[in-house]
């Protein structure tokens, strides 16, 4: 039997930071060793990212989303 491994990430595009200083957030998924990544839709403030936990820092009325 094999077993495939699947990660899905949120990593924030510093590369992609827009004039409001909020950068997008995208998807990745991992499974079977290929690679896909999307956008989500969602900007926040660099700031405001833990990459680590991979969510947001402060409570701000747009971390509910």
């Known amino acids: 039997m094999n077993s ?3 990660r899905v990430l949120f990593v ?4 992609r930071i827009k004039k ?3 950068a997008p957030i995208y998807c990745r ?8 990544q ?8 660099p700031d ?3 990459n680590a936990s991979q969510t947001v820092k ?3 009325k747009e971390s509910k989303n």
């Open 20 to 22: 409001n200083n909020k």
């Open 58 to 60: 402060v409570k701000e």
């Open 29 to 36: 998924v991992t499974y079977n060793k290929k690679r896909k």
């Open 4 to 6: 495939h491994k699947m």
């Open 48 to 50: 405001y990212w833990n």
């Open 12 to 15: 924030i595009a510093l590369n």
């Open 38 to 45: 999307f956008a989500t839709g969602v900007f926040i403030s």
